[in-house]
């Protein structure tokens, strides 16, 4: 039998797609490292148990399922129901048994990746709502879940870290956050960032709405350890290029 491949032909989101199914795997690779008792103790999410996170990251895979079927069939189908679904879903996902977690992680992210491969080339343009509302081409889904399960896994808190991550990932987590950030600059009065990565070239950000006399800070570390740093999670020697602790970052989202 003649194995199944990707129907899209755009070379940007064939890879984009290696990276998320090596995201899933690492996932899964640290997921499957965990002993069942382990299940019931905190992740690095405040608040959040690694039931919980296990829950989500499953239950996100099958969010990306609806809108990737959106674009397949014309049809909609949102991520969620109703604005109050993602919470209760997966407060009451988490109390399943650990097996049925573990399963839950394994059967939704193949469905997603069946979905993904088995998507009409044309289709990957086809628009559809994110959970906040977003209308966005189903390829950016990719993405979303490439964010979801290289960093929740980093979350588990049993030994992953930014350092596992390709550089290609690092650098567009990089580029992701400081755009976020540069949209809500002026609203919300985030300093401007500069990233100076001590094992590559500067990061260089589309500009947001300029500001006058707004604070500029330059950070220095490594491209990994600046992105851990950047969205939030455990990182290490950042500093600022006077040498002073790194701030905390703004809120990624």
Known sequence: MVARTDRVTDPKIRSALL???RGQAYFSRKLNELHNDDFDEPSLLPGWSRRQLIAHVGLNARALTRLTEWAATGIE???YSSPTQRNEEIEFTATLPTQA???LSDHAAIHLNVEWRDLEPSAWTHEVRTALGRLVPVSETVWMRTREVWIHAVDLGNGGGFVDFPPELVD???LDIQGAWARRR????IPEFVFAPSDRP???VPPGSPVP???VLELAGTAAQLAA???GRPFHAVTTTAGDPAPPAPRWF
């Open 186 to 189: 002026e609203a919300e009065g």
């Open 202 to 204: 500067a990061v260089t």
């Open 229 to 231: 740093w950047a969205a």
């Open 172 to 174: 567009a987590l990089l």
């Open 213 to 215: 006399d707004h604070p």
């Open 19 to 21: 990276v998320a199914r």
């Open 101 to 103: 977690l573990r399963n």
């Open 77 to 79: 189908t949102p991520m």
